[in-house]
């Protein structure tokens, strides 16, 4: 603004020192007419001319003015899409992170259904398919609410802790009996008689696993995957 105001200024300081020269020439001339026609053909020339270097820079700082906002519009138009690159980057981030996570509570859930199932072969229709210490265990078992289904869990457990004999010792840790229980004289909380009767090593063997992993087949399944139970 303070530009135009001052090219305004110098235009209307030109006219005004032509107009004085006009009155001079009209009074001081010989030739009066000529003398006032030149000058205000000179008049008329210097506004032209002042008028045509008005406009032209009035025309460059519009190109100037123009070519500012188009660069203003060229960086914003940059900015937009650099932010739309971003975001587009972090939903395909966050859409991995959650493909990721859903894969992970899949296997998660695989092995867990897996896990649950710590016995998938035959199961016995009664403890008739069985004989000696075998058949007191399913029989004892299915009194303390059982299912048949438990059997072939607790004859692999105890299979492996001591192949059903209820003499069974073991000389490293003191464990006895056909659950194995350490010390062996834990069981004198069923009878008395838990160093010779399988009935009395059955039942307390039952009473640990209940209360410790609900099930046999929870014992086996922890006897799979650590050894013990």
Sequence with gaps: M?????????RTAAVALLSVGVAGGFYLGEDRQTQQEGLTAQVGLQVDQAEYAYQRDRQADHQMD???????EYQAKL????AAKEAAERAREAEAAAASRKKEREAADAAAKEAAKPYDGPIPTSCEEYSGNRQIGCALMLQE??????FPCLDKLWTRESGWNHKAYNESSGAYGIPQALPGSKM???ADDWKTNPATQIKWGLGYIEG???DPCGAWQHSESTGWY
């Design 79 to 82: 900015r937009a899409a650099a």
């Design 212 to 214: 410790r992993y609900d």
């Design 2 to 10: 303070s530009r135009l105001w001052s090219r305004f200024g110098a």
């Design 66 to 72: 123009s070519a500012k906002q188009r660069a203003a």
């Design 145 to 150: 609410g059982f299912g048949i289904d438990q």
């Design 188 to 190: 004198a909380t069923v």
